[in-house]
């Protein structure tokens, strides 16, 4: 007895669970049940699934009937011709739509010529394998999975359009490369998925070759002139928001060029590029914390002081300034309010960023490497017919990852530059031998080498290198945005130790296991050093060990408890003096002993 | 550091020399034996003596950081997969991280226990082997019987046994009536060619009873030691050896035939509790040993002897964590670095314990210079005082 379950409720069992489907199927081929509902019978638990609920992923597939799939050619074509719609198809049930469990019942033909009695499906085309993220890998028949899988995940990471309306738009942070190409060696379903108007790449000529070595271990080797002509350029978008809000007693934020009485005025110079209004012009050049907008908050704590402060004097500067590591140029200004009435400005700023030394670039196989060395055009090697590459890539990332649809893409690359047309390279439709007849056609060797000379010497290279054209993504990875280092900067209020993270000029963590590393070395006094970057000397009473207080108007250290002042200077971290504070929250009473000297 | 090792006053590190000579002596017939120049024999015994003196941990090195990371480390480099078959026929022992955490954290009883057993010299070949086997296997009515039924014409149950398997092992019906008699009371038994049938000594007897009855008696302890459910022969070498998953290790060493000077078990809280805690620390040590081989993990012994060193040296076995080796240092702070800060903090303040700042963890926590490595020597100086006169002492006394 197989038991029955409908949306995951237990609704009764069933002698003969495969008969109990096929009846079901029927059904619902005879559109007495929803096409919306899918069976699939689990034979390990030895129970039927049937789903009718919201949520579930599906995907179409053809049926196929004895062998025969129900999809004539003719009516593929009649659907191409729009004679035939797909609701008809449909409703036919010639395609069904079947969800993850149903889909493990299914026996999947991925091609015509592959059907047999056994099949119960066939994929709408072969490339439909692929999901929206693998579909812009080219030839990933020939790749090893993984790589695959690399691909498509830096896909996602690379650089391009991402919106058509970003001209309009003020998010946070995007990045739109400059010059976008559509890739030479495409797929049938980039265009359904919309890379044909968001192109994220550029097609670059690239040899594989090693160059004195500076592209050992995924390094790319840059031309520098194909830099200055723009390959991979890049702006990144970034807006910076700043609301006037209102205050208790008719006060308000407001936006001006502050007046120097206003407390915390920076200098004249840093609100230059403000208009009257207090905001900055469009088009103004913005250096590293720059002022944005001129913006004078009320003081939020009156009375300490014992003069009476007038008119500007109660306000202080607010302004809006660009966060550190950040420059460029403003894009526009957004003027605004939300849903308070209050105003609101927002401010774009864009950054040019050419790539550089230390920036990622990536293939459409999983070949990711960083720029290793940016070379003057006429230091590269060249070919006969002249040709410069814009990128050379170590051949050793080739064998060890098996990437030979990056081969081929090379190949397929330079023929369709030189034939001026895009080649397909569609999963299981790419066509090898064509490619390179084609480039033998033109007068190279079939297998994409050519005889380059050194741009240094100009000797003849005594090996032919494999040149060609391939796709690179620049990656969302910017050195720039990355690279950190600190010897003194900010401590963190509390603790009194550096603080963390690259925005805050922060340091970085010498953590647990790396202290045990030093004590395993028997290095304790580099550790000691390491960790004593909060280090403070705390008085403390002789007698009671409680940290004693010092009063610097009377200039005299004294005991809390026994008021003598018999004082001893403790040297410690200052986290342990405050884990000292916040036992004594826990009403643990904490005594240091000083050692008796 | 160690016994061989005297620190003297000028801080120099002097080590006992019949150490090394102990050392040397092992290599010394070899390298007499080689072919080389009386010249070369004693250049070699120097530079070995030489290389033996650097090996040697220095005073104040932290050896127990060093043991835990040539553990931990390879360990997070394996995938340490949790099951391999032991024994070859299909015993499934517990091996990788999950037996590691096993032994470390020293579980009472291990998930997988098992037992290997030798067997004497007399009774080394296959058929003694076997009946061995089969007296160690736990056997239940439920192992030797066909099928139970109940009798509703005389409210009895009958049990039929297999012949097959009481012929092999030599089980007489008479033995299994009087061992049910001794777990269930109020029960009469007959024995009928190969059934066994039971009633209940009761005025009305219900089906109820006779299906209580019946499941009472499947698990009737027959034959064999209880707890042991697998017993394996395999012949290792010229040798049969027993596998088995349970253990019992006190039970096993009273069978004839067994080896009981290699009889051993991956129970070390049994160990220790039949052959004492040397046995158990080798045991922790063969264990560890042989886990992380498995895994191909090739940390040097001596890490782990230390480890087992310090799991066993308060004569029992302790674990390392919290309620073991870590939960049981002497300085406060320590402890509440480790794990349960608050308590192990508001307990020193309820009995005014007081932290000596002796330990490593403690130091770094209040940012002085541990007393490991060179952290551990200091400069001493004489500084030349004016001696005060000893008399005044002398004449108290
Ligand atoms: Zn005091």
Redesign the interface.
């Known amino acids: 007895m197989s038991e029955v379950y409908v949306n995951g409720y237990f609704v009764g069992e069933h002698d003969s669970p495969l008969e109990l489907i096929k009846a079901l199927l029927e059904k619902r081929r005879k559109n007495q049940l929803p096409s919306t509902m899918n069976v699939a019978y689990h034979e390990d638990k030895d129970e039927v699934q049937v789903n009718i609920d919201a949520g579930r992923v599906r995907r179409p597939l053809i049926v196929v009937e004895n062998g025969k799939p129900l999809m004539t050619e003719e009516m593929e074509s009649k659907l191409e011709k729009r004679e035939m719609s797909w609701d008809e198809v449909l409703k036919k049930n010639i395609v069904e739509y079947l969800d993850a469990d149903e889909e493990e019942n299914a026996y999947i033909a991925v091609s015509r010529k592959e059907v047999t009695p056994e099949h119960t499906h066939i994929e709408l085309d072969s490339s439909l394998i692929l999901g929206v993220a693998a579909s812009v890998l080219v030839f990933p028949e020939k790749n090893r999975g993984d790589r695959l899988n690399y691909g498509s995940r830096m896909a996602v990471q690379a650089i391009g359009i991402p919106l058509q309306n970003f001209l309009q738009r003020d998010d946070t942070t995007y990045n739109v490369l400059v010059y976008p190409q559509v890739p030479l060696v495409k797929t049938d379903s980039m265009e359904a998925v919309g890379l044909e108007s968001h192109p994220s790449g550029h097609n670059l000529v690239v040899a594989v070759s090693t160059f004195y070595g500076y592209n050992v271990e995924d390094a790319l080797i840059i031309n520098k002139a194909s830099l200055d002509r723009g390959l991979g350029r890049s702006v990144a978008y970034r807006s910076f928001v700043t609301e006037f809000r209102r205050y208790w007693g008719g006060q308000e934020d407001m936006a001006c060029i502050p007046d120097p009485s206003v407390k915390g005025y920076r200098s004249e110079e840093d609100y230059d590029m403000l208009d009257e209004q207090g905001i900055i012009e469009v088009e103004s050049s913005v250096p590293e914390q720059g002022v944005i907008v001129g913006k004078i908050s009320p003081l939020r704590f009156l009375g300490i002081s014992k003069e009476i402060k007038m008119g500007l004097q109660n306000f202080r500067d607010n302004s809006l300034t660009i966060s550190s590591g950040n420059s460029g140029i403003v894009e526009k200004v957004i003027l605004t309010s939300d849903a308070e009435g209050n105003k609101i400005v927002s401010a774009v700023v864009r950054d040019t960023k050419t790539p550089e030394v230390g920036d990622k670039m990536a293939t459409r196989h999983g070949q990711k490497g960083v720029i290793g060395l940016v070379v003057p055009e006429e230091d590269m090697p060249f070919t006969a017919d002249g040709i410069v590459p814009d990128i050379i890539v170590n051949p050793h990332a080739i064998p060890s990852r098996m990437t030979v649809g990056q081969l081929l893409e090379i190949i397929a690359g330079k023929v369709g530059a030189l034939a001026a047309k895009r080649i397909n390279g569609t999963v299981f439709k790419g066509e090898e031998e064509k490619i390179r007849a084609a480039l033998k056609y033109m007068g190279f060797r079939d297998d994409g080498k050519e005889t380059l000379y050194n741009g240094v010497t100009g000797e003849k290279m005594e090996a032919p290198i494999l040149t060609g054209i391939t796709y690179y993504y620049r990656l969302y990875h910017l050195v720039s945005k990355k690279i950190h280092a600190r010897s003194k900067g900010p401590v963190a209020l509390m603790t009194k130790q550096p603080t963390e993270g690259r925005s805050k000029e922060g340091g970085l963590r010498l953590g647990e296991m790396e202290k045990d590393c030093f004590i395993a070395h028997g290095a304790p006094i580099t550790l000691k050093e390491r960790f004593g970057s909060d280090k403070v000397s705390i008085p403390v009473c002789k007698d009671c060990g409680v940290i004693a207080i010092e009063d610097h108007i009377k200039n005299r250290t004294y005991c809390p408890l026994c008021k003598n002042d018999v004082i001893v200077n403790v040297e410690m971290s200052y986290a342990f003096k405050l884990m000292l504070d916040e036992l004594r929250s826990l009403l643990i009473y904490p005594q240091i002993v000083p050692e008796s000297s | 550091m160690g016994a061989n090792c005297s620190i003297f006053e000028v801080g120099v590190i002097i080590m006992d020399e019949s150490v090394i000579q102990n050392v040397l002596g092992l290599y010394e017939e070899k390298i007499d034996s080689l072919d080389i120049s009386p010249k070369e024999k004693t250049a070699l015994k120097l530079s070995l003596k030489d290389r033996y003196a650097k090996m040697r941990y220095?005073p104040?090195?932290?050896v127990g950081?060093?043991a835990?990371?040539s553990i931990s480390e390879p360990a997070t480099q394996t995938t340490l997969r949790s099951y391999h078959r032991a024994a070859g026929a299909g015993l499934n022992i517990t091996q990788g991280l999950p037996r590691i955490l096993e032994i470390f954290d020293a579980r009472k009883v291990p998930v997988t226990p098992s037992m290997k057993i030798y067997l004497k010299k007399e009774y080394n070949n296959k058929d003694k082997a076997v009946e061995i086997a089969s007296s160690i296997k736990e056997t239940d009515l439920k192992h030797i019987m066909v099928m139970d039924s109940l009798d509703l014409a005389n409210m009895a149950l009958e049990v039929e046994l297999d012949k097959g398997i009481i012929k092999q092992f030599n089980i007489i019906p008479d033995k299994i009536i009087s061992a049910v008699k001794r777990k269930v009371k109020n029960v009469n038994a007959s024995v009928d060619g190969n059934k066994l049938i039971f009633e209940i000594k009761k005025d009305k007897v219900t089906i109820k009873d006779l299906q209580a009855l019946r499941f009472k008696l499947r698990d009737v302890h027959v034959k064999g030691i209880k707890g042991i459910t697998h017993c394996i022969v395999e012949r290792v070498g010229d040798e049969y050896v027993l596998y088995t998953l349970g253990s019992n290790l006190m039970k096993v060493s009273k069978i004839e035939g067994i080896d009981t000077s290699r009889l051993c078990s991956n129970n070390m809280f049994e160990i220790a509790e039949v052959l004492g805690i040397e046995a158990a620390r080798n045991t922790l040590v063969m264990e560890i040993i042989e886990t992380l081989r498995a895994q191909g993990v090739d940390t040097d012994v001596r890490h782990l002897l230390l480890v087992a060193d310090a799991m066993t040296q308060s004569g029992e076995i302790q674990p390392i964590g919290r309620y073991g080796l870590s939960g049981s240092k002497s300085s406060v702070l320590a402890r509440a670095n480790f794990e349960e800060t608050?308590r192990h903090?508001?307990d020193?303040?309820v009995y005014g314990l007081?932290d000596d700042l002796n330990g490593?963890v403690e130091?770094?926590?209040?940012?002085?210079?541990?007393?490991?490595?060179?952290?551990l020597v200091d400069i001493a100086m004489k500084t030349q005082k004016k001696e005060k006169p000893k008399k005044v002492a002398e004449t108290k006394e």
């Open positions: 220095d104040g090195d932290a950081v060093v835990a990371q608050i903090l508001t020193a303040a007081s490593i130091n770094v926590m209040i940012g002085k210079t541990a007393k490991v490595g060179t952290g």
